[in-house]
């Protein structure tokens, strides 16, 4: 498929289709398509008027040319509210055109990107808003089924004012690589646990730095023993699937800064002894979306190359019961020697994030951040679409945060206090893998993390068991893996 920038007149752009851009609030089509109206004998406002076209979010016009103009049709795709619209708007609305043009099976498109130019951002982003929006939105997991949709996109061009042009043409290929790198994390959350177990999330850990020529190094059983990640390996000791430590590591020769990103890598969760009921262990084939969006952010990295150093580490897991399991009670000591005693085998993420969060503490980068689906409390807190933020450095979490407005990815500050604090005090051990009361669960959690951070290391961590998966589908998300959170954390490794 070919992306490019488009400066050109509407009705001589040689697309199947033109799809242009409609606010709620417009009493008139865009002044673009009015000179097309004209040409085609006032059809399009014809049938605005006809069909109530409104521009409210997600409603569409589509238009017949009869072969008056290069382009089949003219489709009016409408984006809701002026006032509200951000990037976001346009990233909903490259989607939704994206899946109007497959149903149309026109195979060259035009967006008009011109047309949105009231969404208050530079003319550039709004170019590659559009484009991460229509590639996200192009989206699907087919790969096993035998009657797969084979249509597939030729060109699409992307119409901004000229001024914009060069900019834009940098911007749409940025664009290209985040939502291509974001898809890179649903492939892999997708694919459930009898493909991706821990050894195979290790090759594709060592294709990507083959790809890219990152350093990856990959730890078995016995090495990971040897390092001491105790609390680790006994979430993987009752599966058949052995564990493996991957650390990748990005080594730009000008880097400013160095930071360590942390993946939870569960390829599958089922509780083990304290085993999840059926309708709750459903979907746990995305328990390694903390991981998998870490290898997508190195996909994406590998080609931006910012001037930071970037850790990637994944303690890749599989939690099973089995006469080998860790049971509730074992105490377990972790790579900094602190002691954990466990409540539940359920809260296993926490154990093996515990060890990779020494060994992240270890290489003393300037920031930690970690991404992990642990705990069911923080999509109670916050809904399923909003990722939990804790930490122990406001800077750091301001920055993820803002960055996140720009993305899309909602996340939101939950606050760590003394208090919750006392909940995870343990009967016989530094500290209990639950907390003793089911309120505050995700705090509790990030509390726990808290214990195997080095507290000089600015650390940020990203609570995303909601948003890093959805049954219903989502705004430019289908059903299943969303690729969250890896567009806000490589935008922020490029700041
Ligand atoms: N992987 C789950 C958390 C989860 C739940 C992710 C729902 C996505 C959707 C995690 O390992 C877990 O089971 N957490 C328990 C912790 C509890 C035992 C303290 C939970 O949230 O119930
Ligand atoms: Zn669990
Ligand atoms: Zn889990």
Redesign the pocket.
């Known amino acids: 498929m070919e992306i490019k920038v488009v400066t050109g007149k509407l009705n001589k752009a040689k697309v199947k289709a033109i799809f242009s851009f409609a606010f709620s609030e417009d009493r008139k089509i865009h002044n673009d398509v009015q000179e097309l109206d004209k040409q085609l004998g006032n059809i399009i406002s014809n049938l605005r008027r006809e069909q109530k076209f409104d521009g409210s979010e997600g409603k569409m016009l589509v238009v017949p040319t009869y072969g008056k103009i290069p382009a089949d049709y003219v489709v009016l795709v409408g984006v809701g509210s002026k006032k509200k619209a951000n990037l976001d708007t346009i990233r909903r609305a490259g989607a939704n055109s994206i899946k109007k043009a497959k149903e149309l099976k026109v195979e060259k498109i035009l967006l008009n990107v011109e047309s949105l130019s009231p969404v208050r951002a530079p003319g550039s982003k709004r170019a590659q808003a559009m484009v991460e929006g229509a590639l996200l939105g192009n989206y699907s997991f087919d790969k096993y089924l035998s009657k797969k949709d084979n249509f597939k996109f030729k060109n699409i061009d992307i119409r901004v004012k000229r001024s914009h042009k060069l900019e834009s043409e940098e911007t749409i290929e940025v664009g290209r690589i985040l939502a291509e790198a974001q898809n890179f994390t649903r492939d892999l959350v997708n694919e459930p646990g009898n493909v991706i177990t821990p050894v195979k999330l290790a090759e594709i850990a060592e294709d990507l730095a083959k790809e890219y020529g990152f350093e990856v190094k990959i730890y078995d059983e016995k090495q990971i023993e040897k390092m001491g990640m105790n609390a680790y390996l006994a979430v993987a000791r009752g599966s058949a699937n052995p564990p493996r430590f991957i650390h990748l590591t990005y080594n730009p020769k000008k880097a400013k800064k160095e930071v360590a990103l942390v993946g939870k890598g569960?390829t599958f969760?089922s509780?083990?002894l304290n085993i999840?009921p059926g309708d709750y262990m459903r979907w746990?084939k995305m328990?390694k979306a903390g991981a998998c969006a870490v290898l997508g952010i190195f996909k994406a990295i590998g080609e931006l190359k910012p001037d930071v150093k970037v850790h990637g580490i994944i303690a890749a897991a599989e939690?099973m019961p089995d006469g080998k399991s860790y049971r509730p009670d074992d105490i377990l000591i972790a790579k900094n020697g602190v002691s954990i005693e466990v409540g539940n085998t359920?809260?296993?993420?926490r154990l093996t994030l515990a060890d990779a969060l020494c060994y992240a503490s270890e290489l003393k980068p300037d920031a930690i951040i970690d991404m992990a689906t642990l705990t069911g409390a923080c999509v109670v807190a916050l809904g399923e679409y909003t990722a939990g933020l804790m930490g122990n450095d406001e800077k750091l979490m301001n920055n993820i945060q803002r960055i996140s407005e720009e993305t899309g990815e909602w996340i939101w500050p939950l606050p760590f206090n003394d208090m919750l604090r006392e909940h995870i005090k343990a009967p016989s051990a530094d500290v209990h893998n639950i907390g003793s009361t089911r309120y505050g669960g995700a705090i509790t959690a990030g509390l726990f993390l808290e214990k195997f951070v080095d507290q000089k290391i600015p650390w940020a961590h990203l609570d995303i068991a909601g948003p890093a998966h959805n049954t219903k589908g989502w705004y430019y998300h289908p059903k299943g893996a969303t690729g969250f959170p890896v567009r806000t954390i490589v935008n922020l490794l490029l700041k």
Request: aromatic content about 0%.
């Open positions: 569960l969760d509780g083990g999840k746990m328990d939690n359920d809260a296993e993420g």
